[in-house]
């Protein structure tokens, strides 16, 4: 079983919708969880983190995480075309190591 | 301010090659990460640091050996490259893991035929 899962889609989402995103985790033992964000041919580059259970606001962007149920999501908001991209989820194991999923591509339709 | 700089951007290798991706940062963190991303697919992890002289395995780390002399470089050694290790390797750094960001270099892209 991989560390972190997350549907690799592609999903498709019209502009002003909620897209939504998620991604499970198997080690019990991590305890923070973050959403990336990767343009084609680029680096990833952070959106938001979220280490206690509940819902993260940042803007457009909510993260939820459950640890009961080991799983972590990602609404976006009123979407966006500049949205569209490969989201990946990642978890920070033990010893540091920063864990990542197999990324979800979205595509917002104008 | 040069964040994360990885050499080279592109290479192309032979079957039984070996060489070496340079990583080096100027923001003086304590934690490196080696990272090789396959097309359409997300980031493993081949190994990690987290301060000159610790390194560690991550989930990919057969065919490749790092070192980690000083805080600022953290070379990725490739021997006897093989088409399986044709992929784009991101080298990032971070001083806060529990906030997750991670600084990345622009990648390097390497095809082994």
């Known amino acids: 079983q991989k560390e972190v899962e997350q549907n690799s889609g592609p999903l498709s989402v019209p502009e002003g919708a909620i897209a939504s995103l998620n991604c499970t985790y198997s080690d019990r033992g991590s305890q923070s969880f973050f959403w990336y964000r990767q343009y084609s041919g680029k680096s990833p580059e952070l959106i938001m983190f979220i280490y206690s259970n509940g819902d993260k606001e940042d803007g457009r962007f909510t993260a939820q995480l459950n640890k009961a149920s080991q799983y972590v999501s990602l609404l976006i908001r009123d979407s966006q075309p500049s949205d569209s991209a490969t989201y990946l989820c990642a978890a920070k194991g033990g010893a540091q190591k920063l864990v990542f999923g197999q990324g979800t591509r979205l595509t917002i339709n104008p | ?113």
């Open chain 2, 1 to 113: 301010n040069a964040g994360v700089t990885q050499t080279p951007k592109f290479r192309i290798l032979k079957i039984g090659q070996s060489m070496t991706l340079q990583c080096t940062q100027d923001m003086n963190h304590n934690y490196m990460y080696w990272y090789r991303q396959d097309p359409g697919m997300g980031l493993k992890l081949i190994y990690y640091s987290v301060g000159a002289g610790i390194t560690d395995k991550g989930e990919v780390p057969n065919g490749y050996n790092v070192s980690r002399s000083t805080t600022e470089d953290f070379p990725l050694r490739l021997e006897l490259a093989a088409p399986s290790q044709t992929s784009v390797y991101f080298c990032a750094s971070t001083q806060k893991t529990n906030t997750g960001e991670l600084f990345f270099g622009e990648g390097s892209r390497l095809t082994v035929l």
